[in-house]
């Protein structure tokens, strides 16, 4: 069974369907399983929605660059 960090680190794979073969079924193993990690996945899912619902073309380009940056970061680790 993965760890709750691995899981986590998948997350965003999953809802977007690209987790595919073992890891998807280690990872829905784990969240079955896990509540801490369902309570994340929830999480990413209500912000995913609000983050969609309230999306607009004119995102500030500070607004924009902070957050290409903290994309970065996380692809990073």
Known sequence: MISCRQAVDQLWE???RTVGGAELE??????????RCCAELEFAE????????????????DVMERLNATLEEL???
């Not at 280690?26 to 509540?35: P, Q, S, T, W």
């Not at 209500?46 to 380009?61: N, Q, T, Y």
């Open 46 to 61: 209500e912000l995913r929605g609000v983050l969609r619902g309230s999306a607009s073309e004119d995102v500030p380009p």
């Open 75 to 77: 692809e990073e680790r």
């Open 14 to 16: 999953y809802l977007d």
């Open 26 to 35: 280690h990872l829905e193993e784990h969240l079955a399983r896990c509540r």
